[in-house]
């Protein structure tokens, strides 16, 4: 999987979460929490998709770091 399949793929797993329907349009800095309306209880679901979509375990510190769809690119990509 290429880097830009793999942000395509993070993307649509946010997209869905944040019920978005252009997942191309989520820019990098765009914060999932204040910029994208995902809230906490829903945290927990993108976690889970984002573990499920790219079969990784992603520590909850790590998780909790990430809060840009750029910052959970890279999470990804660092344990895929």
Same mark, same amino acid.
């Given at each position: 999987?290429?880097?830009? *399949?793999?942000?395509?793929?993070?993307?649509? =797993?946010?997209? *869905?979460?944040?019920?978005? !329907?252009?997942?191309?349009?989520?820019?990098?800095?765009?914060?999932?929490?204040?910029?994208?309306?995902?809230?906490? =209880?829903?945290?927990? !679901?993108?976690?889970?998709?984002? *573990?499920?979509?790219? *079969?990784?375990?992603?520590? #909850?510190?790590?998780?909790?770091?990430?809060?840009?769809?750029?910052?959970? #690119?890279?999470?990804?990509? /660092?344990? /895929?």
């Amino acid at each position: 999987m290429t880097a830009q *399949e793999r942000g395509t793929q993070v993307r649509q =797993v946010i997209a *869905e979460i944040a019920k978005i !329907d252009d997942a191309g349009s989520l820019a990098d800095d765009a914060d999932v929490y204040r910029d994208l309306g995902i809230k906490s =209880v829903n945290a927990l !679901d993108l976690l889970l998709s984002l *573990e499920d979509t790219f *079969e990784i375990s992603i520590p #909850d510190e790590a998780f909790g770091d990430a809060r840009t769809v750029g910052s959970l #690119d890279n999470l990804v990509a /660092s344990l /895929s």
